[in-house]
């Protein structure tokens, strides 16, 4: 068994910043009193996902964007192996996995876009109750594709005896 380097450490501490600040602007959204702290929050994810977009586009290897193409036929036929338990391994993302991450990287560009909008009302969209509706249904919507992320990193982590997880955090995996 040998070992491969995968995940370089822009794409570690990206991840798990964007997992903190996203956390934090989630928590905080109810409540007038946090508001600071949530637009503080949102605009430090929104400045995570710009950086990972130029990241994506500059770097090779496994975080290039080359590397896991938005492929939506392939994703669902991917998707429909892991459920019957035969998906071929990846070493990089998988094609489901890119197609969810496309969609986290652009609702929440959306998400946070909107929070500006409606957080500076009045200016550039003088259309408050849009930009709410915007806000409102392009965070819960990235909420449920989280969840979706992580059930997916779980049933992968299972399916392969390769821990996604610590993949993140230590850059490495094994290779049989
Ligand atoms: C706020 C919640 C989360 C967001 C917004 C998020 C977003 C992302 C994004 C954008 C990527 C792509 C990484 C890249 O190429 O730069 C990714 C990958 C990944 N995430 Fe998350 N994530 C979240 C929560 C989690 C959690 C809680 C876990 C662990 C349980 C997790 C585990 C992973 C793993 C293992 C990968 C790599 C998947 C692979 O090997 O293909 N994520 N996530
Ligand atoms: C990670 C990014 C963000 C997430 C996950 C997030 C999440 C949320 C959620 C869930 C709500 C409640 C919406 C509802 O249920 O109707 C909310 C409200 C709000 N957010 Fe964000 N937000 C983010 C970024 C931002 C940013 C960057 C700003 C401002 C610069 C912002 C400003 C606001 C404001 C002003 C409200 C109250 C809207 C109202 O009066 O209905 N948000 N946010």
Redesign the pocket.
């Known amino acids: 068994m040998s070992t491969k380097y995968v995940w370089d450490p822009f794409v570690r501490v990206f991840h798990w910043s964007l997992v903190i600040?996203?956390s934090v602007?989630?928590y905080t959204?109810?409540s007038e009193w946090n508001?600071l702290i949530?637009?503080r929050?949102?605009?430090i994810?929104?400045f995570l996902l710009l950086a990972r977009i130029v990241w994506g586009l500059m770097k090779t290897g496994y975080a290039s964007f080359k590397k896991f193409p938005l492929n939506p036929v392939w994703a669902v036929k991917y998707g429909d192996r892991l459920l019957h338990g035969h998906a071929k391994r990846y070493i990089g993302h998988n094609p489901a996995g890119a197609l969810i991450i496309y969609a986290m990287l652009a609702l929440?560009l959306i998400?946070?876009g909107?929070?500006?909008l409606?957080?500076?009302e009045g200016w550039l969209i003088d259309q408050p109750e849009f930009l709410?509706a915007v806000?409102?249904y392009s965070?819960?919507g990235?909420?449920i594709l989280v969840a979706v992320h992580v059930l997916g990193v779980i049933a992968e982590s299972i399916l392969h005896k390769d821990n996604l997880i610590l993949a993140m955090i230590t850059g490495r995996k094994d290779l049989p």
């Open positions: 600040a996203f602007a989630f959204h109810a508001r949530h637009v929050a949102g605009y994810a929104g929440g998400a946070v909107s929070g500006w409606v957080y500076n709410q806000h409102h965070t819960w990235w909420l």
